[in-house]
């Protein structure tokens, strides 16, 4: 017995499958026209401040574009970005889709944070059993819908803070094949460059431009008399920027006690160079 | 997916879709020429797998709802969404343009049955029995009419 392939034979696929993924790819599509930049937040390792720095960023620009700003938390186990800008629920739903949270500057949030029990981790109803199967689908599904199923209206920027990982932003990339790029955040040290470096190298084979590079906690800045003085050894920052030639868009001091506002000058710099 | 008749060399035609339970995924199929009818039977992972995609198998019979996975999959809080108009969620009687339609009864057990489901997808969960029962011209929403939905529409663990 000799099979025809999947493709001689004529009709229709019985699933409907592609069909339908053709159709979640296409509302993702269709609901990000509206927005005209999307930028991806990265880092290769945990720890480096990468939230606080898109919570930063996504204030100073919405000083720039009023009520056009909007976050993606795309960190779904460990959401901290809705907290950093302020942003709580419930999500108002209508026909139109899920309304995204507002938080401050009118930055439109969308979280695993406004879903989960406080303190709970992120996890599932079905199936109790072998969950790391499908755990990664399912994390897929959730991004897919916080971009194509949220009302995000018209806006000028919208930040995706991406979990630490180099496979992060290669999703995206599949999700949104319209980004507009992506911007690294790392520590001075030689082993987040490491990291980072590998992140960066997935963003690029994954086709996704990097914009450039944000050193933190770069030195600890003295409350008292101002003074900055060295709080990693290394130059990640200077070093990733020369090995991928994207520009070190600034390196941000650690303050103690200060919020996402205490970025206003260095965030004013990498808004300068989104706009 | 494409299921050949071999006797027939045709293309058989996906009729209907049922989980009967344990996590079975049960589709049939039937040949247009010779009326053979065939049923693919996915287990549990099988079936876990294509409901991760957020897709249904045999395509949707009723239109697709926002953040249709993190709500109905994800285990979260109660109120973290609000449809604003109680339950019916803003797809009350000619929400869509059609021809205003009585909303049906809940009977007694029904209520109940819904009453068990998370609050945090009730209000989906209602709309969706709701719509069904208007499409099928019924007054009134049952257990009965909540197990022949579920079969139909594929509603797992709803």
Known sequence: MSFRTYAQVSGTDSSGLADQIAAQRAQVRERLRSVRRVVAVMSGKGGVGKSFVTAALAARAAARWPDRVGVVDADLRSPTVARLLGAAGPLRVTDAGVHPATGTGGVRVMSTEFLLDAGRPLAWREPGAEQFVWRGTLEAGVLREFLGDVVWGELELLLVDLPPGADGVADLAALVPELTGALAVTIPSDEARQSVARALRAAVEAGIRPLGVIENMAGYRCAGCGQTNPLFPGDAGAALAAEFGIPLLVRLPFVAGAGPAREAAGAERIVEALA | ?158
Not at chain 2, 61 to 85: I, S
Not at chain 2, 126 to 151: F, N, Q, W
């Open chain 2, 1 to 158: 997916m494409k299921f050949l008749c071999l006797e027939c060399d045709e293309q058989m035609r996906f009729a209907e879709r049922q989980q009967p339970g344990d996590g079975t995924f049960a589709a049939a199929f039937h040949c247009p020429k010779c009326g053979r009818s065939v049923a693919l039977l996915a287990n549990p992972m099988e079936t876990q797998l294509v409901s991760s995609l957020g897709v249904k198998i045999g395509g949707r019979t009723l239109d697709r709802q926002p953040m249709e996975l993190a709500r109905g999959a994800m285990l979260g809080r109660d109120d973290a969404f609000d449809d604003g108009k109680g339950n019916d969620g803003g797809k009350g009687e000619g929400g869509r343009g059609k021809e205003p339609l009585p909303a049906p009864t809940w009977s007694a057990d029904a209520t109940e049955r819904l009453e068990r489901v998370p609050n945090f997808v009730r209000g989906m969960v209602k709309r969706i029995y709701a719509d069904y029962a208007k499409e099928h011209g019924l007054a009134e929403i049952t257990p009965e009419v909540m197990d022949r939905a579920r079969s139909e529409l594929g509603l797992e663990g709803l």
